[in-house]
């Protein structure tokens, strides 16, 4: 599946970069948070497989090719009413978080007060 790929994000906020979110099409789960630059993005359009800029490594990659994970497949596309970032919903059959972890969101923060 491809997406259209005349949908532009906007790359000047973050030099160069704008933020993905990836949410579980299914539970609405948030999974992770990455990045992508305009060539990852024009991937990710092209292939419907969440490929992100990986900042800590400097280049594009497939989510999960590091690792061997199969790739995620991406359900749904929708970018924010400014157009500097996109929610990406995939269907995971891994876990997404590089720790091993379904969601890299899973240190809560306890209320004080």
Same mark, same amino acid.
């Given at each position: 599946?491809?997406?259209? *790929? ?10 160069? !970069?704008?933020? #993905?979110? !990836? *949410? ?32 800590? !490594?400097?280049?594009? *990659? #497939? ?11 991406? *359900? ?19 876990? #997404?978080?590089?720790?091993?972890? #379904? ?11």
């Amino acid at each position: 599946m491809s997406f259209d *790929q005349t949908v532009a994000l906007d790359f000047s906020k973050l030099g160069g !970069l704008a933020p #993905v979110v !990836l *949410q579980h099409a299914v539970t609405r789960e948030v999974l992770m948070v990455g990045f992508v630059d305009e060539e990852a993005w024009a991937k990710t359009l092209s292939t419907g497989v969440v490929t992100l800029f990986r900042r800590t !490594l400097g280049r594009v *990659q #497939v989510k999960g090719e590091d690792d061997g994970s199969p790739p995620l497949h991406i *359900q749904r596309i929708a970018v924010d009413c400014d157009s500097d970032t996109a929610l990406l919903e995939i269907e995971p059959q891994t876990p #997404v978080c590089h720790d091993g972890g #379904v969601t890299c969101f899973s240190k809560p923060v306890a209320v004080r007060g």
